[in-house]
């Protein structure tokens, strides 16, 4: 071990050294989001008028102020105050909206040398003319070295600054300008900050697997502690990935990312730094003091034993099973100097595109020890680590669309993305050509701007949307967009009357065969469960029969199970009879979709508590986990021998399932028509009687609304008006004072909506129908008017605090945005309300291909479906990917990296099914969707 002592070898006292240190340091953090340019132009801050200009109010495009400038020539009119901290040795976007009443108007960014201001760099955006309305121009930089009087400086970046113009001939205005980095985030803990999880790990960040990427043993340890900044400096402790190798060398991986399609060229980045002579690093330095001792007591080390550090991409196939490409960046030390706290550099993996068939990439990070075996290795330090997508070689242009298509006189759009923006012009065009090539339609449109979820997480593109509602001719067709000279392409898909209904309303009904309990399914499976089910009190009872609820063979007895579906299924039937009438596959004159529903009305009988009227609990597959989470084929779940140890269990708590009373009513309406005896009126008035008792008030909700309502249409019964209007008026009363109902998903008020909506279609001239009305009116226009993005989706949770998918990344929704369809389409039929049938189409579509995946979320339809399900079908010997006909999976969670832009497993190798969280199917996603398509105008 040396003797010597780390010398702080220098004049200035340590403490101006870590001060001064620290100022230049923190401006370059990799990760920041961008500098802020007040582009909002709420407050009068940030921005210089340099001609005949305003910042006026009422005018603005988001809250009410924006810029305003005119000049009878071409002039800058405003410019941002110098940008000091921006990151110019990487890619920068500057966008903003514009509107021009006379003339032109445009952006530009100019780089200038700090003190001499000289120019360095200039880009300037498209122009915008006038009567264009409001319109987004945007503009990428490239990456310039950062320079420090002129000459290229790795470690310096303080002698720039940058001026942002708003530049006018004529008379315009701008709003939410913004300059941002042309990489979206993905690396999730790459500053280390996130606590360790229970078993002591570091989130997002593993031992690398790889154990050939060089010569000798990778061993060593792994850590966290504070980064070597003094406490009252950096006031939050910074934490730091330590590396201490053992042997030859030691890495560490982040989880494997997915090759995002937005770009051909990556790389990889992080901030190091290299500390001979120990193992263990110092976890709080509280102080200067501290510090200063800390480092004073540091034996020196002849430098070429210091440790040193690399940065290697590792890109590898589908699920990361097979590496493809290692690409090692340089190796390197910092100098002896660096043992200074605070002291730290950059390595970088890259610029490297990506090899053939790479679908995942992750950051490997190494530690190569150098000391002789009776030293200590010493460490290695890595922070902010960054995976950046950098600007592509190969422009691409993507067009979306409802893969199954569209109604001939609904409304239609496609939503087209690009990873660029367009040098000279603001707009694309798009062209509808049937499949012979025949143009069709053609428009122009103009760009959205960029997506954002919460915290900012851009979604990598530029997004598009073009109409082209106005084309009514049928047939097969395909999109194509143009964009800066580079045209993109849709998969085909249709243009028809009752398109959807026709394409998709028999899949819904094979759906639910398929996922039949207790029954044998012919190429599917054997009768199964057929000990279904022990009661709490041990004694068993019959309850086989219904559906599987999902991808296990659970049955869940709550509001959306078994009694949803059958209600869905006899909304389908009831819009248009003729059309199932002739599937009947077991020939008993009864239609499918009535044999399914009687199917379920039967199920429910037999989970109806025949001492309350409701419902007996979920039934779960075995008496523990353990047979729940058996992937088997579902006739092999169990022995199917009543009073055996694996016999399913009825869950204590009772069930809910108030669409049952409906569902029973109408099913014992179409068996009487063909004289098939049956008890279903009893058990629905047994189910209505305990609402009545309940909920005298009406305060049941609004299925039980629904079910009354069917109630009433069948019977007549004055009772049930009466009951009908008391649960209309409970739901009415809730409402916010501005009208937005309450209740639903998220509060959005979506459900309650529909059943008042229903309410008023049965009912015109009932005397509460007027107040429903101007209700549902007021509801209409904050609901429909939330999605303001391209592809018109509502977020999961709206408001400031809002995002597109939860933050657990529990489960996709497309039960969630299928109801909102469901829902907006009921209030269209009833209002009329153009907004509120674009509103239910964009929902459906995003559903059925419509979406950043290009992905046809519905089994059987459209041109992609994804690859795998999570399903225990899978089992079944013929369908190994778990593919029911018809099925819906959960949907799009957030990305792995935890960032508010959609992810999907779309893995095909690896485990042996895919994440439940997009990839299971669930009833209630199914029940909402057929309840939308029998709603279809
Ligand atoms: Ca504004
Ligand atoms: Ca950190
Ligand atoms: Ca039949
Ligand atoms: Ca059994």
């Given at each position: 071990m040396g003797s010597h002592k780390l010398k702080l070898s220098t004049s200035l006292p340590v403490p101006l050294i870590l001060v001064s240190l620290f100022l230049l340091l923190s401006p370059t953090t990799p990760h920041c989001e961008g500098e802020s340019l007040h582009g909002s132009f709420e407050a009068p801050e940030g921005w210089i008028s340099v001609g005949r200009s305003a910042w006026v109010g009422e005018l603005g495009r988001h809250g009410t102020r924006a810029l305003e400038g005119s000049s009878t020539e071409t002039a800058m009119v405003w410019k941002s105050q110098a940008l000091e901290d921006t990151d110019w040795s990487q890619a920068q976007v500057l966008e903003g909206w514009l509107e021009v009443d006379e003339g032109e108007a445009w952006l530009e960014v100019e780089i200038l040398e700090g003190d001499s201001q000289k120019p360095l760099a200039k880009w300037s955006t498209p122009k915008v003319h006038e009567g264009e309305g409001w319109r987004y121009v945007a503009v990428e930089t490239g990456a310039i070295p950062t320079l420090k009087n002129g000459v290229a400086s790795a470690t310096d970046s303080c002698c720039q600054t940058a001026e942002v113009r708003f530049g006018v001939k004529g008379k315009a205005r701008l709003d939410d300008a913004n300059l941002f980095p042309f990489s979206p985030k993905i690396v999730a803990n790459g500053d280390f900050q996130a606590s360790l999880d229970r078993k002591g790990r570091i989130p997002m960040w593993s031992e690398e697997t790889v154990k050939d990427l060089f010569e000798g043993t990778s061993s060593g340890k792994m850590m966290v502690p504070f980064q070597l900044l003094p406490y009252e400096v950096s006031k939050t402790p910074d934490k730091a990935l330590v590396l201490s190798p053992s042997t030859e060398w030691h890495a560490v991986s982040s989880i494997n990312y997915p090759v995002l399609p937005w770009t051909d060229r990556f790389s990889i980045k992080a901030e190091f730094q290299c500390l001979g002579g120990i193992t263990d690093p110092p976890y709080?330095?509280?102080?200067n003091r501290e510090l200063q001792k800390f480092f004073s007591n540091l034996p020196v080390n002849p430098a070429d034993t210091v440790p040193a550090g690399q940065i290697i991409t590792v890109w590898s196939d589908d699920y990361a099973q097979n590496v493809i490409r290692v690409d090692k960046g340089e190796i390197e030390r910092t100098p002896a100097v660096s043992m200074l706290p605070g002291w730290q550099r950059t390595i970088t993996s890259g610029p490297l595109t990506p090899p053939e068939g790479a679908t995942c990439l992750r950051a490997v990070l190494v530690a190569h020890r150098t000391a002789p075996k009776d030293q200590p290795g010493g460490l290695v330090y890595f922070d902010n680590v960054d995976i950046r997508t950098l600007p592509p070689l190969e422009k691409k242009v993507k067009v979306w669309i409802n893969q199954v298509g569209y109604e001939t006189k609904g409304p239609k759009s496609a939503v087209i993305a690009t990873n660029f923006f367009p040098a000279d012009s603001t707009t694309g065009t798009l062209r509808i050509v049937a499949e012979d090539g025949a143009l069709l339609f053609e428009t122009d449109f103009a760009s959205s701007g960029r997506m954002r979820g919460q915290n900012n997480a851009d979604w990598g593109w530029w997004f598009w949307r073009a109409d082209f509602t106005d084309l009514e001719s049928e047939g097969v067709c395909l999109a194509k967009a143009t964009i800066g000279g580079i045209e993109g392409q849709s998969h085909a898909f249709e243009i028809g009357k009752d398109l959807l209904f026709r394409e998709l309303a028999n899949l819904m009904v094979d759906f639910f065969f398929v996922q039949r309990c207790g029954y044998e399914v012919p190429g599917w499976h054997a009768a199964c469960h057929l000990d279904d089910a022990k009661l709490p009190d041990g004694t068993h009872r019959d309850l086989t029969g219904g559906w599987h609820s999902a991808g296990d063979y659970n049955k869940i007895q709550w509001e959306y199970g078994d009694g949803g579906v059958v209600y869905s299924l006899l909304n389908l039937a009831e819009r248009n009879p003729g059309f199932f009438a002739a599937k009947d596959r077991d020939s008993d004159g009864l239609p499918d979709i009535q044999d399914e529903a009687r199917w379920g009305a039967q199920y429910l009988a037999k989970v109806q508590n025949p001492e309350t009227g409701g419902f007996l609990g979920h039934i779960e597959q075995g008496p523990d986990r353990k047979t729940w989470m058996n992937w088997v084929a579902p006739e092999k779940t169990t022995d199917n021998l009543v009073g055996t140890a694996d016999d399913p269990i009825v869950r204590p708590e009772p069930g809910s399932s108030p669409l049952a009373l409906s569902g029973w009513l109408r099913v014992a309406k179409v068996l009487e028509g063909r004289g098939i005896e049956n008890s279903f009126r009893d058990h629905a008035r047994r189910l209505l009687e305990m609402y009545k008792r309940e909920s005298p008030d009406g305060g049941a909700g609004p299925l039980v609304l629904l079910s009354v309502l069917d109630l009433y249409a069948l019977e007549r019964d004055s009772d049930a008006l009466d009951y009908a209007r008391k649960t209309a008026e409970a739901l009415l009363s809730q409402a916010h004072p501005s009208g937005q109902l309450k209740g639903g998903y998220d509060d959005s008020g979506d459900i309650p909506a529909a059943a008042l909506a229903t309410f008023a279609l049965r009912l015109p001239e009932d005397p509460l129908t007027p107040k429903i009305r101007e209700t549902l009116e007021d509801h209409l226009a904050p609901f429909v008017s939330r999605p303001d993005n391209p592809f018109g989706i509502s977020r999961q949770k709206e408001g400031p605090e809002g995002y597109y998918f939860d933050p657990t990344s529990a489960l996709g929704v497309n039960y969630l945005i299928a109801c909102r369809a469901w829902s907006a389409l009921l209030l269209h039929r009833l209002l009329k309300d153009p907004r509120a049938l674009v509103y239910a189409t964009d929902h459906l579509d995003f559903i059925l291909g419509k979406n950043p995946y290009d992905l046809c979320m519905l089994e059987g339809a459209g041109s992609f479906n994804p690859p795998r399900y999570h399903h225990r079908y899978i089992k079944i010997p013929g369908h190994e990917t778990g593919a029911v006909p018809g099925a819906i999976p959960n949907g799009f969670v957030r990305d792995v990296g935890g960032h508010d832009r959609p992810g999907f497993d779309l893995s095909t190798k690896g485990r042996e099914y895919p994440s439940y969280r997009t990839s299971e199917p669930w009833l209630v996603h199914n029940v909402f969707f057929t309840l939308a398509l029998a709603e279809m105008p």
């Open positions: 709080t330095l509280k102080g």
